[in-house]
């Protein structure tokens, strides 16, 4: 069924008004699916004809796209979505920033503690004295991350931990929005073993302090980039400063698509979004912005890589980790992040007398406003 844009709007502006504890019918069902189809549908052809525009893009086995230099597409990346997956290790429960893209947002000052001298790795906690244990029972992984929330906060419990997993030929990159990191504390680092560090340059809107900070971390670990949720903001400010931070040497941009969750999603009321493969939720305007970046970098010739993090890229992620887990043919973990779908988000999209679907054919009897059966 290819819906119209008018009867999508008709019946999301309905559902929209639905109590919680009622699910739509079957009928219904197909026209939510449908009009998450239609709306998809359309921002895939705006995006394709911005890739095409690109002219030297390049992709990953058809898993994500880059454009630049591809020896410094970032290994961490090449882990999460060629290797063994992206392992993640828990320790910081804190953060001295709230961006209002942050999947923690509104509730920084919950979030619970791993344990004192404890670390998170897979789920399960584990003393530093347990990882020989650890190493010595499971396959190493091809690579693993330091997330949850800013590492910088307690930075020094860090380096024994890094040392501990280099000494064992694992590669391993770290998260930070780059703020409180110091010559000193990059310096140890790298020289605790850490492969690559990824600045969330959008936190502090590209301030003048972590893009010295990129600079500083260039001379004491190998593999230095930024990684940031793509948003209006972060593309001004960027370019802006863009002189500025392609002089810092770095090695690569990971741009990520925004996705929302039910903490941040509040931060983007009244913005055009589409939801993709019934998954995540994104505003349109993200993906967008990174391939308009991707296109000036490549007409530009930066000596790096700049990374389409996109929703795409996270579902070929997750297909990877349940292969590589030994999963049923299909299985994969990416899926909505709502338990009950936010209807009303989707009202500026179908508001928006410039957004067209490609196509649209009338509802076939019984699915018209009025004419289904309670």
């Known amino acids: 069924m290819k819906i119209s844009k008018k009867d999508a709007l008709t019946w999301f502006e309905f559902f929209s008004m639905l109590p919680e504890d009622e699910e739509p019918m079957i009928k219904q069902?197909?026209?939510?699916?449908?009009?998450?189809?239609?709306?998809?549908?359309?921002?895939?052809?705006?995006?394709?004809?911005?890739?095409?525009?690109?002219?030297?893009?390049?992709?990953?086995?058809?898993?994500?796209?880059?454009?630049?230099?591809?020896?410094?597409?970032?290994?961490?990346?090449?882990?999460?979505?060629?290797?063994?997956?992206?392992?993640?290790?828990?320790?910081?429960?804190?953060?001295?920033?709230e961006c209002k893209f942050c999947y923690n947002y509104g509730e920084l000052d919950d979030i619970a503690p791993i344990g004192e001298d404890m670390w998170e790795i897979g789920g399960t906690r584990f003393y530093e004295k347990d990882i020989d244990l650890l190493l010595s029972i499971h396959k190493k992984p091809t690579g693993i991350s330091y997330v949850y929330l800013e590492p910088f906060m307690e930075i020094e419990k860090y380096y024994s931990i890094v040392k501990k997993f280099s000494d064992a030929k694992v590669y391993q990159h770290l998260y930070t929005n780059g703020t409180l990191a110091t010559e000193e504390t990059l310096k140890a680092l790298?020289?605790?073993?850490?492969?690559?560090?990824?600045?969330?340059?959008?936190?502090?809107?590209?301030?003048?302090?972590?893009?010295?900070?990129?600079?500083?971390?260039k001379k004491y670990i190998k593999n230095v980039g930024i990684e940031t949720p793509m948003t209006p903001e972060l593309f001004e400010a960027f370019f802006e400063k863009k002189q500025a931070i392609l002089d810092t040497k770095l090695d690569f941009i990971n741009c990520a698509e925004l996705h929302l969750n039910e903490n941040n999603i509040g931060n983007y009321y009244g913005e055009s979004m589409y939801i993709s493969r019934q998954g995540y939720i994104s505003p349109i305007w993200s993906r967008e912005l990174t391939l308009k970046l991707m296109k000036i970098a490549d007409e530009e010739n930066w000596d790096l890589a700049v990374h389409d993090c996109s929703n795409h890229t996270k579902f070929a992620r997750d297909l990877n980790l349940s292969s590589k887990e030994g999963k049923w043919f299909g299985a994969s973990s990416y899926s909505c992040e709502f338990d009950r779908l936010p209807y009303q988000v989707f009202l500026p999209i179908l508001r928006d007398e410039n957004f067209k679907f490609l196509s649209e054919e009338e509802l076939p009897d019984g699915y018209k406003p009025g004419e289904m059966l309670f």
């Open 190 to 217: 790298g020289e605790a073993g850490l492969d690559e560090i990824r600045f969330n340059l959008g936190a502090s809107k590209c301030s003048d302090k972590v893009i010295k900070n990129i600079g500083i971390a």
């Open 29 to 97: 069902q197909e026209i939510i699916y449908s009009t998450f189809a239609q709306i998809e549908a359309a921002i895939d052809n705006r995006n394709n004809k911005l890739m095409s525009e690109i002219k030297s893009l390049k992709t990953l086995d058809n898993r994500t796209f880059f454009v630049g230099n591809e020896s410094k597409f970032p290994k961490g990346c090449r882990s999460c979505l060629l290797g063994t997956g992206l392992s993640a290790i828990r320790k910081t429960n804190k953060c001295n920033l």
